[in-house]
């Protein structure tokens, strides 16, 4: 079992940044981020893998990154120049399988509770 805690939403003004972080209770493969907005499907955002390799959503290239403490087990997600589209819960998922890390929902075994992200204009 992995636990996984989300934590760093709050309401910002589009343009601002906030940074999330999901603290993991041990080590897993493959970690990534993901957001939900009401109404729509789940969107994989970025993921990273045990390389240090990134993968973005185009939604947020160049503008999201995506990190890793190793000694703190905690992903991290740098978000700046927000947008209100940006607005969603956002969630962490941990996939301990060795094979291709990919933004896919289902390919992720654990998930955190999430933290909501809002964007005002």
């Known amino acids: 079992q992995v636990q996984l805690v989300e934590s760093g939403g709050g309401s910002v003004q589009a343009g601002g940044s906030l940074r999330l972080s999901c603290a993991a209770s041990?080590?897993?493969?493959?970690m990534a981020w993901f957001r939900q907005a009401p109404g729509k499907e789940r969107e994989g955002i970025a993921v990273f893998d045990p390389a240090g390799t990134t993968t973005y959503a185009d939604s947020v290239k160049g503008r999201f990154t995506i990190s890793m403490d190793d000694a703190k087990k905690t992903l991290y997600l740098q978000m700046n120049s927000l947008k209100p589209e940006d607005a969603a819960m956002y969630y962490c998922?941990?996939?301990?399988?060795?094979?291709?890390?990919?933004?896919?929902?289902?390919?992720?075994?654990?998930w955190g509770q999430g933290t909501q992200v809002t964007v005002s204009s």
């Open positions: 998922g941990a996939d301990p399988l060795f094979r291709r890390c990919r933004p896919v929902g289902n390919d992720y075994r654990y």
């Open positions: 041990r080590y897993t493969y493959c």
